[in-house]
């Protein structure tokens, strides 16, 4: 089977990549050919050792130019599509027609491809899409599987264009469409990337180490997050539910921890034996705490019922959190 990870450089997609190369299939299925999509590949080998029996090509290239996106796949059948590329958050802000040619008009572009190899006869390509709970907006005090989808930035209204149209054309047959809202991915490794919620991440990997820290949230400030490994099994999960048990709306919102900044630091301490109270100090930003420490409970019931689940408790996540960093 040929499986495409567009965004394969990032942080989830070489994490993918590394993952499948490992297991060399995804269900029962064995992979024979994995495609990667990238504007660039920054490391000479994103995958260290790839099973002899699997080919794997890395494209460099512009997921916003639709003719290099079809030449580069239209040279056998895909069988799965892992997208994963995006121009989120604050960049999709600042540039809003780069912003919509990746985050809407590559997306277009992967659903018109399935649905000319479903209409040339072959294999209907399954898709699962990376969206995001960023598809919210403002939260109510409870979020369900009935919360409305109000987004109040660019990049959720994009994945809300993009999970409607992958109902659309799943329910014309034309692509076996599943889209995942992903909630914050734990533990990212230290970069300089402008992301506001990067203290997440770095929060796990420094009091790890006994290094102390400044919390830019407050102690009750709630959110919601997800390991990396985690997300992976979601995603792979994703791309094996049979296609008979899936209902109109494919879009689901990933079960995922809730907790306190004071819940997570615990965490850390017993995972790591440190004393978090000499190591942690409290300085609450206004504006991060507003956009990362106001989450409300979360109910995900379709979710659950499909077999998706979260990392099962706080202890968990931390740990696995720097097992793929």
């Not at 209907?124 to 709970?133: C, D, E, G, N, R």
């Not at 709306?249 to 004071?262: E, H, I, N, Q, V």
């Not at 998706?308 to 931390?318: A, I, R, S, Y």
Request: aromatic share 6%; with cysteine; proline share 6%.
């Amino acid at each position: 089977m040929q499986v495409v990870i567009t965004g394969a450089n990032g942080f989830v997609g070489q994490a993918l990549a590394q993952r499948l190369c490992s297991d060399g299939a995804i269900g029962k299925k064995t992979l024979s050919r994995l495609t990667l999509l990238d504007r660039q590949f920054d490391k000479v080998s994103v995958l260290g050792s790839e099973p002899q029996a699997l080919v794997v090509e890395r494209h460099s290239g512009d997921l916003t130019d639709d003719l290099w996106l079809r030449e580069t796949l239209g040279h056998s059948p895909i069988e799965v599509i892992f997208h994963l590329a995006s121009i989120p958050g604050g960049m999709a802000e600042q540039n809003d027609s780069l912003a919509r040619k990746v985050n809407i008009d590559a997306t277009m572009t992967l659903l018109e491809i399935s649905k000319a190899q479903t209409e040339a006869g072959l294999q209907k390509p399954v898709l699962v899409f990376a969206s995001s709970i960023a598809v919210f907006g403002i939260m109510p005090d409870l979020v369900t599987d009935d919360t409305p989808l109000k987004p109040q930035l660019s990049y959720g209204a994009h994945k809300v264009v993009g999970e409607v149209m992958i109902n659309d054309f799943s329910r014309r047959g034309w692509v076996d469409g599943r889209s995942l809202r992903l909630p914050g991915v734990l533990a990212r490794p230290p970069a300089e990337t402008g992301q506001l919620s990067a203290f997440l991440s770095d929060i796990i990997r420094e009091v790890s180490k006994g290094k102390s820290f400044v919390c830019p949230m407050s102690e009750q400030a709630k959110t919601w997050a997800s390991s990396l490994p985690n997300i992976l099994d979601n995603l792979i999960h994703g791309a094996v539910i049979e296609e008979r048990t899936l209902k109109t709306d494919r879009g689901f919102t990933l079960p995922t921890l809730y907790f306190s900044m004071a819940q997570l630091v615990s965490a850390i301490g017993r995972v790591y034996h440190q004393k978090t109270d000499d190591l942690v100090r409290y300085d609450p930003n206004p504006l991060i705490e507003k956009l990362f420490g106001c989450f409300p409970p979360l109910e995900t019931p379709s979710a659950d019922e499909m077999g998706f689940q979260h990392d099962g408790d706080l202890n968990k996540l931390v740990e696995r959190a720097l097992r793929c960093s």
